[in-house]
């Protein structure tokens, strides 16, 4: 991905056959500003690795030499910076040094436990297998979801937004959790007034729905 550049970055840059401007370092400034022999100073801040190659390319063009060639290296970056808290030995604010860092390896580097960074790395897979179709079809299980839990015996409303249900009963909930659970469907409670809270997974499908809806209509008569 091509990120800005922002205050405190560190840049390598070359221009073919101009040896004023070859393995040239330099660092982003607060301003958000770079300068460069010959061209002086161009503001970096929020222009990506191309954006700013093409003004540099754009300057040198337009004065000292024709079609010039730019190359850039990301040596750090140094503005985009991952707040770590919690339980780790160092919490505090760590710099993503590259393209390629995770949030694990921000968890290392504070000092991070085994237990919390398998934990992240799992959040992080669901992260990344979430798409617009899977999005599309929790919207439409939370819709099935809503709308069969509103035609039960005992329920009063339902609320809640995708597949985070609750619905709001004219009973004691705790003997209805424990006879669903007999049935082999799980379910929570949350608080007064009783709240019976389902919470299935992104993954789940349309016949699992109407599935755990059958065994609440015979739990809730």
């Given at each position: 991905?091509?990120?800005?550049?922002?205050?405190?970055?560190?840049?390598?840059?070359?221009?073919?056959?101009?040896a004023?401007?070859?393995?040239?370092?330099?660092?982003v400034?607060r301003a958000?500003?770079?300068?460069?022999?010959?061209?002086g100073?161009?503001?970096?801040?929020?222009?990506?690795?191309?954006?700013?190659?093409?003004?540099i390319?754009?300057r040198?063009?337009a004065e000292?030499?024709?079609?010039?060639?730019?190359?850039?290296?990301v040596?750090?970056?140094?503005?985009?910076?991952?707040?770590?808290?919690?339980a780790?030995?160092?919490?505090?604010?760590?710099?993503?040094?590259?393209?390629?860092?995770?949030?694990?390896?921000?968890?290392?580097?504070a000092?991070?436990?085994e237990?919390?960074?398998?934990?992240?790395?799992?959040?992080?897979?669901?992260?990344?297998?979430?798409?617009?179709?899977?999005?599309?079809?929790?919207?439409?299980?939370?819709?099935?979801?809503v709308d069969?839990?509103?035609?039960?015996p005992?329920?009063?409303?339902?609320?809640?937004?995708?597949l985070?249900?609750?619905?709001?009963?004219?009973?004691?909930?705790a003997p209805?959790?424990?006879?669903?659970?007999?049935?082999?469907?799980?379910?929570?409670?949350?608080?007064?007034?009783p709240v019976l809270?389902?919470?299935?997974p992104?993954?789940?499908?349309?016949a699992?729905?109407?599935?755990?809806?059958?065994?609440?209509a015979?739990?809730?008569r």
């Amino acid at each position: 991905m091509d990120y800005p550049f922002g205050p405190g970055d560190t840049i390598e840059v070359s221009v073919a056959a101009l040896a004023e401007i070859t393995n040239k370092v330099v660092r982003v400034s607060r301003a958000g500003t770079i300068t460069l022999p010959l061209i002086g100073k161009i503001h970096a801040g929020g222009l990506t690795e191309e954006g700013l190659s093409e003004e540099i390319r754009r300057r040198l063009a337009a004065e000292y030499m024709h079609d010039p060639q730019v190359n850039l290296l990301v040596r750090e970056y140094r503005s985009r910076q991952v707040a770590v808290v919690g339980a780790v030995e160092k919490p505090g604010l760590y710099s993503l040094g590259s393209d390629t860092d995770t949030l694990l390896d921000m968890i290392s580097l504070a000092g991070g436990s085994e237990l919390p960074s398998v934990a992240c790395a799992a959040a992080c897979a669901v992260v990344e297998s979430i798409d617009d179709a899977l999005l599309a079809d929790v919207l439409d299980r939370g819709e099935q979801l809503v709308d069969g839990l509103s035609s039960l015996p005992g329920v009063e409303y339902v609320r809640g937004r995708g597949l985070m249900v609750a619905a709001v009963l004219d009973r004691d909930v705790a003997p209805v959790v424990d006879a669903c659970r007999e049935e082999g469907l799980l379910v929570l409670t949350a608080g007064a007034p009783p709240v019976l809270r389902l919470l299935p997974p992104l993954v789940v499908s349309e016949a699992e729905v109407e599935q755990a809806l059958a065994i609440l209509a015979d739990v809730l008569r």
